[in-house]
């Protein structure tokens, strides 16, 4: 258990540094253009690395199938309605919303991996949402500008990226290899990303200065998503999950203390104790 929750925590400090790298990019580019800077060039290091990483010992065409079909959605769609929701709604409604992805998954994870719902999987990812809410809603107060059917974009992403981890687990359970799974995915959304964009028509231009950023973004995601892949591959969805969730509160202690970008109050103070105990009530049990 603690090994899994050891490489989920890894997974969230990359995926962490990677909201920094991206807010750096979006002021010289718009969130398409660096969705298709970022996947793409993760997806190229990922086969650069496949000779050295790669172990088809076990290999499993059901498998890659499901890997395959995971890549689909995540990460494109969910970049895709994140992207989107953050357009209608603002950052602060949608990263509240998308913080009730360990809720989907844990139930995903009970109804079709069998996993054991227990007194300290519901407390403990209760306690982690609560924390990321309180989180969300630093900002101040929510404004209601936009019309009611958006609220659905994030929810929608947010039971995408959860049933991609259920989907994940129940793969690995047929070939245990986070790097393929990985690798599959990736190459699956880039191939999305850049049909996308065909599709929409004439590029737009881009900044060279965004260019290092979205890369950065990219190996950053790509490395999270394989720690994430490879903690699901030891361990349970309902303790991954949460873990991975609290990657808003690393961000946050990284713009506090390293960029300044943020002050301590009370409802940052009151998300990090709950974040914190959540974990902790995770591991105890």
Not at 164 to 173: I, P, R
């Amino acid at each position: 258990m603690l090994e899994s929750a050891l490489w989920a925590f890894a997974a969230a400090v990359c995926l962490s540094v990677a909201m920094i790298t991206t807010r750096q990019g979006l002021r010289f580019a718009s969130p398409a253009a660096g969705a298709a800077i970022g996947v793409p060039s993760s997806t190229l290091l990922f086969w650069c690395l496949a000779p050295f990483m790669l172990d088809l010992g076990g290999f499993d065409l059901a498998a890659v199938g499901v890997f395959a079909l995971v890549g689909l959605f995540f990460p494109a769609a969910v970049t895709l309605l994140t992207y989107t929701g953050n357009q209608r709604m603002g950052p602060t409604i949608t990263a509240a919303v998308s913080c009730t992805t360990p809720l989907f998954a844990l139930s995903g994870a009970v109804l079709f991996l069998g996993e054991g719902l227990t007194p300290g999987n519901v407390l403990g990812t209760g306690a982690i949402v609560l924390g990321m809410l309180a989180l969300a809603g630093r900002s101040g107060t929510l404004k209601r500008d936009w019309p009611l059917w958006a609220i659905g974009l994030p929810f929608a992403a947010a039971a995408l990226r959860a049933l991609a981890q259920v989907l994940t687990k129940a793969g690995l359970a047929l070939w245990s290899n986070p790097y393929a799974a990985t690798l599959i995915g990736y190459t699956v959304s880039a191939m999305v990303i850049l049909a996308a964009l065909r599709l929409r028509g004439p590029r737009e231009q881009t900044d060279r200065r965004a260019t290092p950023w979205f890369v950065a973004t990219g190996i950053l995601n790509g490395a999270s998503l394989f720690l994430m892949y490879t903690a699901l591959a030891k361990g349970k969805v309902a303790l991954v999950s949460p873990i991975v969730a609290t990657y808003p509160l690393i961000t946050l202690a990284l713009s506090m203390f390293i960029l300044r970008q943020e002050r301590m109050n009370k409802r940052v103070a009151l998300g990090a104790m709950l974040t914190v105990a959540g974990v902790a009530v995770l591991l105890s049990f």
